[in-house]
């Protein structure tokens, strides 16, 4: 149940960053903020970089219960989701779902050896292989652009930073975000290219 209370976060007040940890951590720092900022404070999650809205009202207890109750709800809709073990051989963690295909791509998958199934699971294989983390560092991109968007969309070459950003230049992007605000700067070159290099 501890997953999205332990979802790794961090806490902007207009340009600063606050705090960063888990999303109880945050939240809570969030709200000890209340009042002490005139800086609205701003969650977001470091995995996709979307602002992750959290009720910060009542006491430390009290947001604390509505973010276990919200992690609740997800788990029992996830669960709902699958169906009851019935009789037969175990599922191993298969999980049923619909896949539209044209006729001719059904005629080649029952064509091959061990069937539709056993052909697609391959092909997934395969195709995650040759992938060599391409899906992995375009999310990065993505979580950083969505931050940047949020908080750096009117700074001084941010067009051109996007554009270094997609193309993978970071020594560019470093070059054309070094007159951003400094937390700003490093926690959108953390989300993009990971931690930067100490030398």
């Not at 207009?14 to 809570?28: E, I, N």
């Not at 970089?49 to 009290?62: H, M, P, T, Y």
């Not at 191993?92 to 005629?107: A, D, F, I, K, N």
Request: glycine share 8%; hydrophobic share 40%; with cysteine.
């Amino acid at each position: 149940m501890a997953e999205l209370l332990s979802k790794p976060c961090t806490l902007f007040a207009g340009t600063r960053m606050m705090a960063s940890g888990p999303l109880v951590d945050v939240a809570l720092a969030a709200r000890a903020l209340e009042g002490a900022s005139t800086e609205p404070a701003i969650i977001f999650e470091d995995a996709t970089g979307q602002v992750i809205d959290v009720d910060l009202r009542g006491s430390s207890a009290e947001i604390v219960s509505r973010l276990v109750a919200r992690e609740q709800e997800a788990a029992s809709g996830s669960k709902a989701a699958v169906p009851a073990q019935g009789r037969g051989r175990p599922k191993l963690g298969v999980v049923s779902r619909e896949v539209t295909l044209l006729p001719r791509h059904w005629e080649w998958l029952s064509a091959q050896p061990g069937g539709a199934s056993q052909a697609l699971r391959r092909l997934v294989d395969e195709a995650r292989q040759a992938d060599r983390g391409e899906s992995r560092r375009r999310a990065a991109q993505e979580a950083s652009y969505r931050f940047m968007s949020a908080v750096a969309g009117d700074f001084p070459g941010y067009e051109e930073a996007l554009r270094a950003l997609f193309a993978g230049h970071e020594g560019q992007f470093m070059d054309l975000t070094s007159r951003w605000p400094e937390d700003v700067r490093a926690y959108a070159h953390r989300l993009a290219f990971g931690q930067p290099d100490p030398s």
